[in-house]
């Protein structure tokens, strides 16, 4: 006698390609930013002198975007940004 067939194996989760560090670090410049410009635009009650904040974070995305040699090719960014930070991925 042969008990129940076994669960099926679930499909393995795919893990995103090595990035470059200078990918790596212009992604992670980027989900900075992002925190940051959600923190303060978010609070109805922040003035509006609350947006130089971003300043810092958005200067520090375009050095290292420039230095991904990523500056102006956006889809290739925002695709490295996207395996980086899947469903799978908490923000």
Do not use: I, K
């Not at 893990?15 to 303060?40: G, H, K, W």
């Not at 947006?51 to 975007?65: I, Y």
């Amino acid at each position: 006698m042969t008990g129940p067939d076994p669960a099926p194996v679930p499909p393995p989760v795919p893990v995103p390609p090595p990035v470059p560090d200078a990918e790596l670090a212009a992604v992670q410049a980027y989900v900075r930013l992002l925190r940051t410009a959600r923190a303060v635009l978010a609070d109805p009650q922040r003035p509006p002198s609350a947006v130089p904040l971003l300043s810092v974070p958005m200067a520090e995305a375009d050095e290292a975007l420039r230095a991904a040699g990523l500056a102006g090719n956006e889809a290739e960014f925002l695709r490295l940004v996207a395996a980086r930070s899947g469903p799978s991925r908490a923000e």
